[in-house]
């Protein structure tokens, strides 16, 4: 999977304090359109989701899942993002396991069609 993103208006013309980007997601050779509303709830899903009460990462999984965090908190706060993100079986698992895997994620409910590409995305690897 990679996020692709690209500014789409100037940076005076942000919402609050976040630059309109259009992220993508290729999930395979399948593209995914984020809209930097749901970059910016994805990243904070991911901070709330992923860690315990001390705010350290449950596991190995959780842990890559705060490096995209950490990525997309960094692209949006500069307005692109310099070059694909490759995220591998560990980002894959977590999203999954701590973000997408109920019927109905708490914090993500916009990212359906995201929930969907993965979760197609790991049944076809296995």
Known sequence: MRIL??????AESGIGSVVLLHIVLLIGAAEFPLA????????????????DERRLPFDDEARACLQLADVLAED????????????????LDGLWGYLLENDEPVGVEELTDLRDAIKRYRDEDR
């Open 76 to 91: 949006l706060a500069a307005g692109a993002s310099p070059e694909p993100i490759e995220l591998g079986r560990r980002q």
């Open 36 to 51: 930097d509303v749901h970059a910016v709830r994805l990243e904070r899903t991911i901070r709330r989701r992923c860690v």
């Open 5 to 10: 993103a690209e500014r789409l208006a100037p």
